[in-house]
């Protein structure tokens, strides 16, 4: 299944590296979301894009900084993160925003040394 | 108070068994319920919808009990390729926000 694709599958950096990770969705959907997962405690959604609007940003600290070029394509970057940033981050997209089902891909397992 | 709350398990039964998971919102404005499934190291696959009349699909029933705040899961026949971490998802249709329990690992035994 190549509905919601996200690269790279793995990324390791530093604390004052800079790098952005990439979701591309295929669904022609509208909305698209990044979440985070970590060990023992449930996905956290952090950005909502609905046609290349940002509707929620979830407190999310400043060194994350999301980019919606259009409604197939959504980034994150990444800027002097900390150990406890590592993670799963998690792209998903739907329809539209609301109800609707969301398709998740595959995710991006982060690790901050 | 947790948004979603899931008994994490894990759950471990035998093939042909019959298994239910309970998930709970605190939300009543709650509007739109859902169970994914996450395979080890894999991303949330959706499973079902929760309709408020219940509905099935095969072998897995989904029910939802606004009065008391919960959606269950009913998986009957259990097959080895259930096991999986099973994500209860509720949203409150305010915003945007979609809220995940941290999920019920199950374990079909063969």
């Known amino acids: 299944e190549t509905g919601v694709t996200q690269t790279p599958r793995h990324l390791v950096m530093g604390m004052t590296n800079k790098k952005s990770l990439k979701c591309e969705q295929h669904?022609?959907?509208?909305?698209m979301y990044w979440y985070k997962q970590s060990a023992k405690k449930p996905l956290e959604l952090m950005f909502v894009?609905?046609?290349?609007?940002?509707?929620e940003n979830n407190s999310v600290p400043s060194r994350f900084s999301p980019e919606c070029p259009n409604s197939s394509h959504l980034f994150l970057h990444l800027h002097t993160l900390q150990p406890e940033d590592s993670a799963l981050y998690l792209c998903a997209s739907s329809q539209k925003t609301g109800k609707e089902t969301q398709y998740f891909g595959p995710g991006t397992r982060l690790l901050v040394l | 108070r947790k948004e979603v709350e899931q008994d994490p398990g894990p759950f471990n039964v035998p093939e042909g068994a019959t298994v239910a998971f309970n998930c709970t919102y605190s939300?009543?404005?709650?509007?739109?319920f859902f169970w994914y499934r996450q395979d080890c190291r894999k991303e949330p696959k959706l499973l079902m919808s929760v309709y408020s009349s219940g509905n099935e699909d095969g072998r897995f029933t989904a029910q939802l009990n606004r009065a008391s705040q919960y959606i269950s899961l009913l998986i009957r026949d259990s097959k080895l390729s259930d096991s999986a971490t099973y994500l209860c998802v509720v949203n409150i249709n305010t915003g945007n926000q979609f809220y995940f329990g941290t999920g019920t690992s199950l374990t079909v035994i063969p």
């Open positions: 669904l022609g959907h509208n909305a």
């Open positions: 894009y609905n046609f290349k609007e940002q509707t």
């Open positions: 939300n009543s404005a709650s509007q739109s």
